[in-house]
Every structure is written in structure tokens, then in C-alpha cells.
């Protein structure tokens, strides 16, 4: 099976987790993507979709999904959504595609955080991918220089400005031991908006797509 067959195979396990009635949080990235292709086969069912990004809400409409804004709908039932890497804690690392901030407002606003991702993703301990950051533009070699006095690699994102007009720094050679921490940590310096690190609120559900057929964690 290729990477994308394993993709798509979370996918369609995870729309199992879909009620009808529901309002869906929806991810960002190939995975999420074949999520939403399999979404659009029961629309008729859902009331709509909370997009995680930009992309996301333009898949979504070319389906035919309804897109409503998460301050309209209040809580989610659900939120689906791909990952750079995952943990059996169920902890992860996102924002590869640097939607990171909207993802873990729609996380933080869901009751279940499903993850579907090949099974590459899973690791024994995060930070081989490097952890994305998103940072206020001014506060970019400020941010930059804290994270290299805790033993961190800073890369900022060439050409790229995610969707609330912010920066990220791709922080490479950070073995996170302490994955809570680590975020609440981050979160606390001055021009970081968002962490890439799930893991004060990781998923409820891992699902991931492998050569054997998927896998359904805890
Ligand atoms: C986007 C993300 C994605 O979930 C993550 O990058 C995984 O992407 P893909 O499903 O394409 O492997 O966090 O910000």
C-alpha cells in the first residue's frame, strides 16, 4: 500500500465516527482531504462543516458542504484531522501544513478529536518532524532566540504566511520527552501564537492506515 492508500484508508474508517445532524470539524492536509471526500458521500446527513483553514473550507464548498463559522455553531460534536506525528499517548505534532492555530481552535471547541494518518506517522518520541510555531511577524528573532537557548534548531518558513497573516518557525532537533510541558512552555513566550504540539489536549482516537489495515487506538 502507498502512503496515500494508508491516508485514505483512516479516512474512510474515521467517517464512521459521523452522526447524522452533526456539525463536523474538519481538518487540513492530504489526509484530512481524503476525509472530506469521503464527507461528501453523506452530506445529505450533516448540517455542515467548521473549516480548519482556508483550503480546507475551499474543498469543502467545491463538495457542496455547507462551511459555518465555529463562533455560529458554538461546541462540536467532532473534529477530524491528519497529523505530522503521533505518539500511543495520542500526543502530536501538527501544523506541516500550518493551519496549526485554527486546527487546535476547532480541536479545543470539538468533544472528540479523531486523528487519521498513515502509520509512518507513529513514533515513539516527538520531534523528528520539526515543530512549527506560529509566531506575530515582529516578534520573529526574538521567538527565534529562546528556542535556540532551550537546544532548538529555528528554521523560518520561506514564502509562507498562514491565513491569520502570521509567520512559523520549523524547530528542528527538539526531542520532546515532555510533550505538556514543552507546550505550555511555548505557549507562554511573548509572539507565539500557536505551538504545534497537541498534547495538553491530544486526540481521543488515533486511527491509522497500514499494510496490515488499520489500527484503531487506545
Ligand atoms: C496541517 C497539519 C496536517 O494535519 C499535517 O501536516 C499532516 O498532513 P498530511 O495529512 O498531508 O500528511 O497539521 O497543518
Not at 509562507?160 to 509567520?167: E, P, S
Not at 505538556?180 to 488515533?206: I, M
Request: aromatic fraction near 4%; glycine fraction near 10%; include cysteine.
Amino acid at each position: 500500500m502507498t502512503p496515500d492508500e494508508k491516508k485514505k484508508a483512516a479516512a474512510e474508517t474515521a467517517l464512521a465516527y459521523v452522526e447524522s445532524g452533526w456539525v463536523v470539524g474538519v481538518g487540513t492536509g492530504s489526509t484530512a482531504n481524503h476525509f472530506i471526500d469521503a464527507l461528501a458521500r453523506v452530506k445529505g446527513r450533516i448540517d455542515g462543516a467548521v473549516a480548519s483553514s482556508n483550503a480546507t473550507a475551499e474543498r469543502l464548498k467545491k463538495h457542496g458542504i455547507p462551511v459555518l463559522e465555529l463562533n455560529s455553531t458554538g461546541d462540536l460534536p467532532l473534529y477530524v484531522d491528519g497529523a505530522d506525528e503521533a505518539t500511543r499517548h495520542l500526543h502530536l505534532i501538527k501544523g506541516g501544513g500550518g493551519a496549526l492555530t485554527r486546527e487546535k481552535i476547532v480541536a479545543a471547541a470539538s468533544a472528540k478529536f479523531v486523528c487519521i494518518a498513515d502509520d509512518s506517522k507513529l513514533v515513539d518520541v516527538l520531534g523528528k518532524f520539526p515543530l512549527p510555531i506560529e509566531i506575530i511577524p515582529m516578534a520573529r528573532s526574538l521567538v527565534a532566540r529562546q528556542l535556540t537557548a532551550r537546544g532548538g534548531q529555528p528554521v523560518l518558513r520561506e514564502k509562507f504566511i498562514t491565513d491569520n497573516g502570521n509567520l512559523i518557525l520549523d524547530v528542528h532537533n527538539l526531542s520532546i520527552l515532555n510533550p505538556v510541558e514543552l507546550e505550555r512552555e511555548l505557549n507562554q513566550l511573548a509572539g507565539v501564537v500557536t505551538v504545534g504540539l497537541f498534547a495538553v489536549r491530544p486526540a481521543d482516537v488515533l486511527i491509522l492506515g497500514g499494510d496490515e489495515g488499520v489500527e484503531t487506538l487506545p
